[in-house]
């Protein structure tokens, strides 16, 4: 969730330092996107997993901290809750068989995993929200010890001036307040990057922006909050509230969110990070000695660390990306739309839909978002993270069209032209993309699965149904077979 952060009180003047400083870091990044060079020759992709922990009952798990120990490594590390942890893949090359080797990895990390974090009487589970959460687990003593997290929450709630509602209606209403933001605890989450060229950037990002909902509809793991079942992917609204430091009058007002689908196509990288500067006030204006323009005209790669912190305090579905490797700088996209889980064959699956297909859209020569406004994306997005599987989408040239059709009629050819284009092979492509199509020719995801599952238990108490479903899930989880199959 970002680096690591003191604990530590800001001032007024530390907040009007960081400001100029974060705007000086923003024009050296202008001048480094006109004159340096970015590193593009070999271009990485990347998956990053948030997980849950659960006792032997499918519980919450209050014990990051005991199962990182017990992991013992630093691929695995801690989230904001005490029951999330998080597992970042080491990145690359989808050519000569990048897909396969995520599968390889990512199943020999969580098995391992498994195994000493069960030492500790904890088991992991990938979901989109843990659904046997109960209130007592969304206050501020389950933060974990990380102090970030807690001056992070601290400097939310300040801002907004008030605590947090949650309000989302779905099949279900629910209806809370909270004082802290371990709500977004609640949201566990696959991420996958995508580096791209300064020139390339706007075109991936606009890409990953319009098929956003298209990814949602298929790859839905989030019913359940707090025993309510609301949307398919109840990620979406429960990270929008939980992280909002507006007041209802400044919503009022037209003050952007800092969970944020944006409000415009872009054409350059440049844009995101210009509009994160000029419409979000700092929540955490922690200042670097280094000066960007000092370290850029001597030669070298200036870290822009005040860029950098504040974007990460600024939510975007898809999130520009300025990093360093090798003392190269380099952008990615990092598409944060899709739930965690159910399998890591699924996880794979939903990579190689999201890279193959940002690919072919980003690379064709009639862009898709000049055929399409940015609302009706947006309005996908929402659509299909309320109604999953059964959603209906517009797409141009088709009007309104059921999200499974449209994947498999037109989007499931691009995607595997796309995976062509980054060096996979056919046979595995297909391995991975036929998955989706079953979902979307059966009509299910992992949402619908988990809902007609507690469904059948009716008879039973809410939690007691869901945990008896959040077991077979982790069994079916660790067996690995895709959950259209299940």
């Known amino acids: 969730m970002g680096d690591d952060v003191a604990p530590q009180e800001f001032t007024p003047a530390d907040r009007t330092r960081y400001r100029d400083k974060v705007r000086r870091c923003l024009d050296v990044f202008e001048r480094m996107l006109r004159e340096s060079a970015f590193d593009t020759d070999d271009p990485w992709t990347g998956i990053e997993v948030e997980l849950n922990l659960v006792d032997g009952a499918g519980d919450p798990a209050l014990r990051n901290a005991e199962v990182l120990a017990a992991i013992e490594d630093s691929d695995f590390q801690t989230e904001l809750g005490q029951f999330n942890i998080e597992l970042n893949l080491p990145p690359g090359p989808l050519a000569r068989g990048g897909l396969e080797?995520?599968?390889?990895?990512?199943?020999?990390?969580?098995?391992?995993?498994?195994?000493?974090?069960?030492?500790?009487?904890?088991?992991?589970v990938m979901i989109g929200i843990l659904p046997t959460l109960a209130p007592e687990h969304l206050e501020a003593d389950v933060i974990s010890a990380n102090p970030r997290y807690r001056l992070l929450s601290e400097q939310i709630l300040r801002a907004r001036g008030e605590d947090i509602l949650i309000d989302i209606q779905g099949v279900e209403r629910l209806r809370t307040t909270v004082d802290t933001i371990m709500p977004e605890a609640a949201c566990t989450s696959t991420q996958f990057h995508v580096q791209v060229s300064p020139e390339r950037f706007a075109s991936y990002w606009n890409a990953s922006q319009a098929i956003a909902g298209v990814q949602i509809a298929v790859a839905a793991n989030a019913p359940y909050l707090l025993g309510k079942q609301l949307w398919a992917e109840t990620r979406i609204p429960l990270f929008e509230q939980a992280t909002d430091t507006r007041a209802e009058e400044l919503k009022v007002q037209g003050v952007r969110p800092r969970v944020w689908f944006g409000e415009r196509w872009i054409t350059s990288v440049f844009d995101l990070f210009e509009e994160n500067v000029r419409y979000f006030p700092a929540l955490l204006p922690v200042i670097d000695e280094e000066d960007p323009l000092t370290v850029l005209e001597a030669g070298g790669t200036p870290n822009l660390s005040e860029l950098r912190l504040h974007n990460g305090t600024i939510y975007r579905w898809n999130r520009p990306v300025y990093d360093i490797t090798g003392g190269l700088p380099h952008l990615r996209v990092e598409n944060r739309i899709l739930a965690a889980g159910p399998t890591v064959v699924d996880t794979v699956a939903n990579a190689a839909f999201y890279f193959g297909l940002v690919r072919a859209i980003a690379e064709n020569d009639r862009p898709l978002w000049s055929q399409m406004s940015f609302s009706a994306a947006e309005e996908n997005f929402h659509a299909a993270a309320r109604d999953g599987i059964n959603a209906e989408i517009y797409w141009p040239g088709l009007g309104r069209v059921r999200a499974t059709e449209l994947v498999v009629r037109r989007l499931l050819p691009l995607?595997?032209?796309?995976?062509?284009?980054?060096?996979?092979?056919?046979?595995?492509?297909?391995r991975y993309l036929d998955i989706i199509e079953q979902r979307c020719l059966n009509g299910t995801n992992a949402a619908d699965w988990f809902v007609r599952q507690v469904n059948e238990r009716s008879d039973a108490d809410r939690y007691d149904a869901l945990r008896a479903v959040l077991a077979d899930y982790r069994a079916r989880m660790h067996d690995n077979q895709p959950v259209h199959t299940w």
């Open 101 to 124: 080797l995520y599968e390889t990895q990512l199943r020999a990390s969580l098995n391992n995993a498994e195994k000493r974090a069960a030492a500790v009487d904890a088991h992991l």
């Open 415 to 430: 995607a595997r032209e796309g995976l062509a284009l980054w060096g996979v092979e056919e046979a595995e492509a297909n």
